[in-house]
């Protein structure tokens, strides 16, 4: 025998002095393997021993575990297995709270399965004792020698106190380890939650529950059954297994009946199987997870007060890995997952019909006449419908637009569709016409004055910016504004902030703007009678109106559209529109464009005295005579303009009410086309 077996048979203060060096080993180890090989080295000096054991017992299995078996001799002996309570001496001295001493194994017939698997080790005779505190009963302190009847009473209640020392170290660790399992569960849970709450994808949330489980329950497989109702069978919806081979390619469709988790369907409740459980599903399933390796596995129902979504399963290759307090967590778990996966598929199902009735809508716009969506706007032609799409897209927005157009197409009409298909449509929308007001007022009316600020001024005014706070300005002819002014224009702009004219003091403006011209900006930039910068900010959305002449499909439209609302005005009953003229309408190129045609359908309405409509169609010849006359030259164009503005303002040049101010160009440069033209003042 091994000198460390033989007992030092000392008195009565070695015991004690024994005790005290157990208590010491108690305090300064809080692993209970390293307590146990502790107490191996030093226990022997007191009582004869080979081999010292803990056993626990498992409450969520009703079973006794073999924990720690430390041996200080050589053997080949390891702890972990786990005994029904009967089968093992531990068992039975959980369940008596008796000590048990065998003096020779050989003649014991209780333990039929264990003993003989101790006679292999060598082991002839064992004590083994309660580990018992004063709240529980945790389990057993066993004690094996190699020799037959090694121990006596006197072994006996020496061992009894060591086992009371160790009961409570291994209260205090096991108290210890359930904290921390409680800990790590509950930031398992918080984590889920924070996962469901911030509306990830299925995957995303799916691949986070997955890491985090893993921290506190180990294992290899994770795998996601969704119910499908029609066909009463499971869609594996998501599988997490990285050492899978064949189960990766396995088939998607699973019957309840194929796995353990058909019975947690079934009843609601929680399972945890074994190998031995899958050998009873005869299914292909059950074939490869067994070809897998899966030794244990553990199926959680996905389950609603009114339903059950399918099941959370995990797997290990491992045998008796889940224990009930992994079925408690796993069951919360999948209590988290299954609201989760409820509101993912009533988003998808709400997503879908969204984009059934996006796609109806889309079709339903195409079919609707665009009357019926913008008031006073009428055309069914593919250029202006593309004209109202651009309006769709960016009324929501605050973008500043540019609405490009010929004169008379209905540019104004775009704008206040704009304002209303906008936020700010219960706002003001205020116009002005650039073109329409003198220079020296122009800025008064964008910006208003002060009292006293020139003469004239006798009261304070407020100035169109100022109204249309929050509200939308539309400015018309953007192309007329004078250069000195158009400077304060791009501040008030990208500032929002103007002072009025004569006052000093800053005034802040909520405005979205929409501008208007039917002059080429661009041109005017080169020629230097625009501000480049002035035009980059108010180019930022531009939508160009189409002149009438190529919108020839929309002109019976509009029409009828102005004969109806005339006749209607004008109580006339008229009913009908000759082929003939109507023939007509539509070849004319209309130079004026809408408001050309509007007014011709109101003043056919006046001469028509029957119910059918009386176009004067003389009039169009006029009309285009005139317009290819006025179209010879544009050098001759250019000139008439002149002419006419310096006949306005009784050829006074300069100045702010002058013929220049009003062209929107520099004295010198007015001059120097004058001379270019040949034009003088007439004697």
């Known amino acids: 025998?091994?000198?460390?077996?033989?007992?030092?048979?000392?008195?009565?203060?070695?015991?004690?002095?024994?005790?005290?060096?157990?208590?010491?080993?108690?305090?300064?180890?809080?692993?209970?393997?390293?307590?146990?090989?502790?107490?191996?080295?030093?226990?022997?000096r007191i009582v004869p021993l080979n081999f010292i054991g803990l056993a626990l017992y498992r409450p969520d299995r009703n079973t006794i575990q073999d924990y720690i078996i430390q041996a200080n001799i050589p053997a080949d002996i390891q702890g972990g297995k786990e005994w029904a309570l009967e089968a093992h001496p531990s068992g039975w001295v959980w369940q008596t709270q008796q000590p048990l001493i065998i003096a020779d194994l050989t003649q014991d017939s209780r333990f039929p399965t264990v003993l003989p698997l101790m006679l292999e080790d060598g082991v002839q005779s064992i004590c083994t004792v309660p580990l018992t505190t004063a709240l529980r009963r945790l389990g057993s302190l066993d004690f094996a020698s190699v020799e037959k009847g090694t121990y006596q009473d006197s072994e006996l209640t020496f061992l009894l106190q060591v086992a009371r020392q160790v009961a409570v170290a291994v209260d205090n660790v096991l108290h210890q380890d359930e904290l921390c399992r409680e800990r790590d569960r509950l930031q398992v849970l918080l984590e889920i939650n924070n996962a469901v709450v911030s509306k990830l994808e299925l995957g995303d949330l799916f691949a986070t529950m997955v890491a985090s489980l893993r921290r506190v329950i180990p294992h290899e497989a994770t795998s996601l059954y969704l119910y499908n109702a029609d066909e009463k069978n499971f869609r594996r919806h998501v599988l997490n297994f990285p050492s899978g081979k064949g189960l990766l390619g396995g088939r998607q469709s699973i019957a309840l009946d194929d796995t353990p988790a058909g019975e947690a369907f079934r009843s609601r409740k929680t399972v945890c199987w074994q190998k031995s459980d899958l050998q009873l599903f005869h299914s292909d399933t059950a074939g490869q997870l067994i070809a897998e390796g899966v030794q244990s596995g553990c199926c959680a129902p996905l389950t609603l007060p009114d339903r059950v979504l399918g099941t959370l399963n995990l797997a290990s290759l491992r045998p008796s890995v889940f224990s009930w307090h992994d079925a408690e967590l796993l069951t919360q778990v999948a209590g988290q997952m299954a609201i989760a996966l409820d509101n993912a598929l009533a988003y998808q199902e709400i997503t879908e019909l969204k984009e059934k009735l996006e796609k109806e809508n889309v079709y339903l716009r195409e079919e609707i006449r665009t009357e019926a969506n913008f008031e006073d706007i009428v055309g069914e032609s593919r250029g202006f419908k593309h004209v109202l799409q651009q309006l769709e897209?960016?009324?929501?927005?605050?973008?500043?637009?540019?609405?490009?157009?010929?004169?008379?197409?209905?540019?104004?009409?775009?704008?206040?569709?704009?304002?209303?298909?906008?936020?700010?449509?219960d706002r003001a929308f205020v116009k002005i016409n650039c073109a329409a007001i003198p220079t020296g007022l122009l800025e008064s009316e964008l910006f208003g004055h002060e009292k006293g600020a020139f003469t004239g001024a006798i009261a304070q005014k407020v100035g169109r910016f100022e109204l249309a706070h929050r509200g939308t300005l539309f400015l018309d002819e953007i192309g007329e504004v004078p250069l000195e002014l158009q400077s304060k224009m791009l501040r008030v702009l990208q500032e929002q902030e103007f002072e009025r004219l004569g006052g000093t003091r800053t005034i802040r403006v909520?405005?979205?703007?929409?501008?208007?011209?039917?002059?080429?900006?661009?041109?005017?930039?080169?020629?230097?009678?625009?501000?480049?910068?002035?035009?980059?900010?108010?180019?930022?959305?531009?939508?160009?109106?189409?002149?009438?002449?190529?919108?020839?499909?929309?002109?019976?439209?509009?029409?009828?559209?102005?004969?109806?609302?005339?006749?209607?005005?004008?109580?006339?009953?008229?009913?009908?529109?000759?082929?003939?003229?109507?023939?007509r309408l539509t070849g004319y190129p209309w130079p004026g464009n809408i408001r050309e045609l509007e007014n011709l359908i109101e003043r056919a309405v006046i001469l028509s005295q029957g119910s059918e409509l009386a176009v004067p169609l003389l009039d169009l010849k006029a009309g285009l005579q005139r317009s290819t006359q006025a179209m010879i030259t544009l050098e001759g164009a250019e000139r008439d303009h002149i002419l006419r503005a310096l006949k306005d303002t009784k050829w006074v040049i300069g100045g702010a009410a002058g013929t220049a101010a009003r062209l929107g160009m520099k004295r010198t440069t007015l001059i120097s086309k004058m001379k270019k033209l040949g034009i003088s003042r007439p004697t």
């Open 1 to 44: 025998m091994d000198k460390l077996t033989q007992p030092v048979l000392g008195d009565q203060s070695s015991r004690y002095q024994a005790l005290l060096e157990v208590s010491e080993a108690i305090a300064v180890h809080r692993d209970l393997t390293n307590l146990i090989e502790d107490l191996a080295q030093r226990l022997p």
């Open 393 to 425: 897209i960016v009324a929501p927005t605050d973008s500043t637009v540019l609405v490009l157009g010929e004169t008379g197409t209905g540019k104004e009409l775009i704008a206040r569709a704009l304002h209303q298909l906008s936020t700010r449509s």
């Open 510 to 583: 909520n405005v979205r703007l929409v501008a208007a011209t039917n002059r080429d900006l661009m041109n005017m930039v080169e020629a230097g009678e625009f501000r480049r910068d002035l035009y980059y900010r108010l180019n930022v959305f531009p939508i160009t109106v189409p002149p009438l002449r190529e919108r020839q499909e929309d002109i019976p439209i509009l029409v009828r559209y102005f004969a109806q609302r005339y006749a209607t005005r004008m109580k006339k009953p008229i009913e009908t529109i000759p082929a003939k003229t109507m023939e």
